[in-house]
Structures are given as structure tokens and as C-alpha cells.
């Protein structure tokens, strides 16, 4: 069965602990991603990440108290950028298509910073956290004029959830383009041990079940039998459990368009 799970982008290094793994750099097909069906193993996973994601960016916490802490910073936020707003000499007639950094606010609750995508004079796409997979729903109201649009922000079921005002600030005295959001990167769990299937991986403390079976010889990603993770670039501790006792640990740091073959073995055991 091929297993993948989506957390929320990437080439992949890895910073191991005392341990010497054995793994492999290789190139991820996106083509090949596109056109195959992979069976999704606890997808909540990688959903959990995103929503957490849009929940922090736009503060709606349930926890009232915590909400309230970011209300009150949200506030400062808020006044700062109007003010750089108003104190500007004069607007940008346009805006050049491209990714531009951006403030988005409702004008109470949150006020951060996101990416835009800019064609036509129109925002197509707003991503927060430097993260594709993290990408707002949204509806136009006002296109953008004088370096501010008006959208309303919607819910995975197209929802109005806000109105939110998107500030280009950092386009006030000049045309700033900056990078794409980064895409995802993969680690791929495998093993060549007979006991392969007893194996259980652990990401960041989450379960990510057992390996499939023994591979002979080297996987490509999303193989059979495998784990494979798509990941946003950063450092994730892992653990591999067998038979109960941590045989293996170590951190992979992700980065973009990659896949890290991870070999969970006799020689790297603890």
C-alpha cells in the first residue's frame, strides 16, 4: 500500500543523533505525484497542520483567553501599518504581477503578515506562512487600488468568515517582487530488515503507523510499502519504535522539491 502524508513543504538534509542512517537525496517526480492515486493513511495529519495554520493567522483560537492575548497584539500591529499607510508620499498607480509580501488584517482580530500573488491588478492567490499548501480561500470585493484590496476571506466549504483588508506596504516606494511560498519536500521511511513490518515511525510525536513490509533494494518515493511524508522546510525530530524499545532517532531538516530516503536498519540501530 503507498502512503503519503501531506503536513503542511522540499530538498531534505538530515542532522542525525550519534547515529550514522543510512539515506539518499533523490529528485520528486511532481508529474508522477499529479497522476497517481496514493492511499492516504491518517490524512487528518496533514490537515491538522494547515487548519492549525489558518487558525493562528487569523486568531480564532477557542481558547478565549489566548485569543484575547493575540486580540490586544493584533491592535499594535494594526496601527502601525495604517500609519505607514497614511504616511505615504504617494501610491503605487499598479501593482506588478508577481508574489509581493503583504499585511493582512480584519481591523480587529489579526494583522499579519502573508503573500500574495499578484495578476491584473487582482490578488489570485494569498498564502500565509511561506507554505503553498497554506493558502486562503477567499473572494474579491475591492481589486487592488492604491497598494490596498478588500477580500473576503472563506472556510474549506466556501464560507464568508471575515472581511480582511490587504495592505501592499512593502510596495509604497518601489516595486518589490519577492520568492514563490516554498513547496513541499518528502521523507520516506523504509526498511530492508525481515521485520520491517513491526516497525513504527514517529514524527514530531505523531504516529504515523508501521512500514508496509522488507524492501529489497531502494525505494523511490511513495513506493510500496513505505511511509512517505510531505512536509513543510523545516526541522522534524523522528523516532522508530521495534518491537516497543526506540531503535532509531535522529532530526530531518526538509527543504524544497526533494525526497529523503530514510533506511531503518540493522546497521543504524541504537
Known sequence: MKRIFLIGTTFISLSLKAQNYSYRYTQI??????????TIVNQNFGFYAIANAIQSFTNTWSDNKKREIEVQKS?????????TYREAKSYPESIL???HLVMVTDNYNFCNEAKALVENGKISKLVIDNYMPNSLNFTTINPIRNAKSLLSLQDEN????????VYFTNDLEHPTIVDAPLEAGYICFYSDMGRAKSIKIRLNRTN???LGGKIEGEPSCY???TITVALKPQSYDFRAFGRGSIN???VAIVKEGQCLLINLNEENKK
Do not use: C, M
Not at 466556501?158 to 483588508?165: I, Q, V
Open 29 to 38: 517526480n511532481q508529474l508522477a505525484i499529479q497522476r497517481n492515486h496514493y
Open 75 to 83: 491592535q499594535f500591529r494594526i496601527e502601525q501599518v495604517k500609519e
Open 97 to 99: 504581477d508577481g508574489w
Open 158 to 165: 466556501n464560507n464568508p468568515t471575515s472581511t480582511a483588508e
Open 208 to 210: 504515523l503507523g508501521e
Open 223 to 225: 513506493d510500496e510499502k
Open 248 to 250: 532509531w532517532e535522529g
